[in-house]
């Protein structure tokens, strides 16, 4: 793995995840769950990275969308840290890195940090912000698995066997 | 531990701007720097939107467009009549002495980011259209919430189904009007609460801003009474609202300045 070119692509690919999480994930909305293209972003790349570089992309994806909604912005990079850090480990402790992991890590922690961050974030409503993780959860997962594959090729990280 | 401590301090520094009605320099950085990308793929998606939905709808398009076009030139008819009457409004205002309070200069803004779980909007004016903390955005439907941070070319509002957000609000049905203080509870329900336990609201009834504040005017709908209940051990009673506005069907919100 080159390192310098995973970093530049990295940092390209938060500010793009940035910029459409900005403009058009509320237009895209399911069932009033919005895709969390940074969140997609933060796991895939910790999926291709080690763990301590894995934790630099969870706090710059969690920067970015504090700073985007404006609100709540140690409880996004704690969360998005904890969900990078996680997917990186996982491939450090032998898990197979392909995009069916991809899709079902990105899912697990769609749904660990968004209750991680429900009770982080104190939310009122807990009932409809368990639906809406739940909705996002899926929606990120099937991200995962189109995004997976161009962002091996764009940083150059080779994929594991199925 | 370092990124831990980062995470804090950057924290504090988007809240003590947020408590002084702006943006952390760094909030405002990235929103900047992001800018020209959701302005772009926004602009995509809704071209894409809108030829897919004007595709799909054309025959029922063309019978609104007609049926609009006639409620126009009736409406047309009207607004001399209308204009007359709000100057008629406003010189007695003035000469009563009383606050110009619908006579608000309006501000268009575009909802440019919708974040549904920290009912929070993002509008796309701030201060070079000289939106301030605090003034309401409204919708023709009623009140969408009150701007709680301002850029220098965006502002985020903070929607009334917020649990942060406290207004006071009236029922205007009766005479006196059952008045009392209004709070978010979930996405879809508000709640109101009464000093009185013997206040007479009960279902259905109108909802609007009390206009107890300089800032946001009197009589913007809220919302509806879903159900009523007295507290009368708490000396209250307790009002259940369902919102007025949809903010998820929003495009374009009015601030009033």
């Known amino acids: 793995m080159n390192n310098s070119r995973f970093i530049f692509v990295s940092v390209i690919l938060l500010w793009v995840a940035g910029g459409l999480q900005q403009g058009i994930a509320f237009k895209l909305s399911v069932f009033g769950a919005q895709p969390d293209y940074i969140f997609v972003l933060a796991c895939l790349l910790g999926l291709l990275t080690d763990v301590r570089t894995a934790l630099f992309i969870g706090f710059a994806a969690g920067l970015i969308e504090g700073a985007i909604i404006g609100t709540d912005m140690w409880q996004f990079i704690l969360t998005r840290m904890l969900a990078s850090g996680i997917c990186a480990f996982l491939v450090e402790s032998r898990f197979q890195r392909n995009y069916g992991t991809a899709a079902v890590v990105t899912l697990a922690c769609t749904l660990i940090c968004g209750i991680a961050f429900m009770i982080l974030a104190l939310q009122p409503n807990i009932g409809g912000a368990l639906k809406a993780t739940i909705i996002t959860a899926v929606y990120n997962a099937v991200l995962a698995i189109m995004a997976y594959v161009p962002l091996e090729r764009a940083t150059g990280v080779r994929s594991q066997q199925l | ?257």
């Open chain 2, 1 to 257: 531990m370092a990124l831990v401590a980062a995470a804090i301090i950057l924290s504090i520094f988007q809240k003590n701007a947020r408590g002084n009605g702006g943006i952390s320099f760094i909030d405002q950085g990235i929103r900047l720097a992001c800018s020209p990308i959701a302005s772009v793929s926004s602009n995509l998606v809704g071209g894409v939107q809108t030829f897919f939905t004007g595709a799909i709808h054309s025959s029922h398009l063309q019978d609104e467009n007609l049926r609009l076009k006639r409620e126009l030139a009736n409406l047309s008819m009207y607004a001399d009549t209308e204009k007359r009457l709000q100057r008629e409004v406003d010189t007695l205002r003035v000469e009563m002495g009383l606050d110009k309070t619908y006579g608000r200069e309006k501000v268009v803004a575009n909802i440019s980011g919708y974040f549904p779980q920290q009912n929070r909007i993002t509008l796309d004016v701030g201060r070079n259209k000289g939106i301030k903390e605090g003034m309401p955005a409204v919708c023709a439907h009623g009140l969408v919430g009150k701007v709680q941070t301002v850029g220098v070319n965006d502002c985020q509002v903070l929607l009334v189904t917020s649990a942060a957000m406290q207004l006071g609000a009236i029922a205007p049905k009766y005479n006196p009007p059952a008045a009392g203080l209004l709070y978010g509870e979930n996405s879809s329900t508000l709640v109101m609460k009464f000093l009185s336990p013997d206040v007479p609201v009960t279902s259905g009834d109108i909802i609007t801003t009390s206009g107890f504040s300089t800032q946001i005017p009197r009589g913007i709908v809220i919302g509806r009474v879903l159900s009523a209940e007295s507290l009368p051990e708490l000396g209250s009673s307790r009002a259940r609202i369902f919102p007025a506005v949809n903010v998820g069907d929003l495009s374009v919100v009015v601030i009033l300045k």
